[in-house]
Nanobody, 118 residues
Framework: QVQLVESGGGLVHTGGSLRLTCAASRSSVRIEAMGWYRQAPGKQRELVALQGYAGSTNVADSVSGRFFISRDDAKNTAYLQMNNLEPEDTAVYYC????????????WGQGTQVTVSS
């Protein structure tokens, strides 16, 4: 089991920045990937950015060049630096951690609200 605690959401104006943090509890199984998804009202949850244990990243086209993901594996923590925010970025952001032990398992944080005003 992996527990995830997110922080860093809030309200900003267009063009502003926020940094999200996701801290994972200690796990007996290595966390293979950590990242962020988001869900806006009336829309499906979508990938924002994901980083694998070896450092490979997968970033959505809509945020590429504005959002940057990083991990501190020693602290089991992931960060999402969000720059030049737009109203379209308004959503609940969920941290995700993925482990592998005889199959893939996904764990989710409680979500943190990001609101960008125009």
């Amino acid at each position: 089991q992996v527990q995830l605690v997110e922080s860093g959401g809030g309200l900003v104006h267009t063009g502003g920045s926020l940094r999200l943090t996701c801290a994972a509890s200690r796990s007996s199984v290595r966390i293979e990937a950590m990242g962020w998804y988001r869900q806006a009202p009336g829309k499906q949850r979508e990938l924002v950015a994901l980083q694998g244990y070896a450092g490979s990243t997968n970033v959505a086209d809509s945020v590429s060049g504005r959002f940057f993901i990083s991990r501190d594996d020693a602290k089991n923590t992931a960060y999402l630096q969000m720059n030049n925010l737009e109203p379209e970025d308004t959503a609940v952001y969920y941290c995700n951690a993925r482990t592998y032990q005889d199959g893939w398992f996904d764990y989710w944080g409680q979500g943190t609200q990001v609101t960008v005003s125009s």
